[in-house]
């Protein structure tokens, strides 16, 4: 169960980063390598996927009692589907471009491993506004993540943001940014850096803890 000492603050921002979904935990990597070669397809599909994960949450926590544990996963899965289908719909109705540029990669939110995991690994253990921070946590990083990825390959790429002209037309276009095998060596190299940071910044944090422990256990024995 969670820890009752943890403020809704820490459960939200952990999801930002220690436990981002892609550059942390390197799930759903699919759809930030197949539909970040411009922001605002980056950024449909990540705030496709902070809803959806969010929602799902909360639908989790609030029928968690009355779920059976032995048919747990296929009932999680059965409300991600209905999730994700209101999304299609939505975007099917009112944004039909952006739509037809996630296809199917919408219907794969059903199976992202991030959504499920958050399902059986909080929201299952949880009240409900807990779990409600704990997928708008987890979402929120994902989709600032998929909007980072977005605004680099589409800018280097293309040389525009959200389809405006950032550089000047002399610039000449890196277009394996904006290709699968750019994509994969950007977020390769953006994984190993945010890791190498988030180790630097632990190695901190247990040098400062050890430097507090020391006067106190010199005092003790004075």
Not at 23 to 52: E, Q, Y
Not at 71 to 79: A, D, Y
Not at 146 to 155: A, F, H, P
Not at 157 to 180: E, H, K, R, W
Request: with cysteine; aromatic share 12%; net charge neutral.
């Amino acid at each position: 169960m969670n820890n009752p000492n943890q403020s809704l603050w820490e459960i939200f921002y952990k999801g930002l980063f220690e436990q981002n979904p892609i550059f942390r935990l390197a799930l759903s990597l699919c759809p930030a390598l197949a539909v970040t070669s411009t922001v605002v397809n980056a950024l449909a599909m990540g705030l496709s996927v902070l809803f959806v994960i969010t929602a799902n949450n909360v639908v989790v926590s609030l029928f968690r009692h009355w779920v059976n544990p032995k048919v747990r996963v296929p009932v999680f899965i059965t409300s991600i589907a209905t999730i994700v289908t209101v999304v299609q719909l939505v975007l099917e109705a009112y944004f039909p471009e952006l739509f037809k540029a996630l296809s199917i990669y919408l219907a794969l939110i059903v199976v992202f491993a991030i959504i499920l995991a958050r399902a059986e690994v909080f929201a299952a253990k949880n009240t409900v506004v807990p779990s409600f921070f704990d997928g708008f946590g987890m979402g929120a990083g994902f989709a600032g993540a998929m909007v980072l990825i977005g605004v680099i390959r589409e800018l280097f790429g293309a040389g525009t943001i959200f389809g405006f002209q950032v550089f000047s037309d002399a610039y000449n276009p890196v277009l394996i940014m904006i290709l699968p095998p750019g994509g994969f060596i950007l977020i390769g190299v953006m994984i190993a850096g945010i890791n190498l940071f988030g180790e630097y910044q632990e190695k901190n944090r247990a040098a400062k803890a050890k430097a507090g422990a020391t006067p106190a256990l010199q005092g003790s024995e004075a």
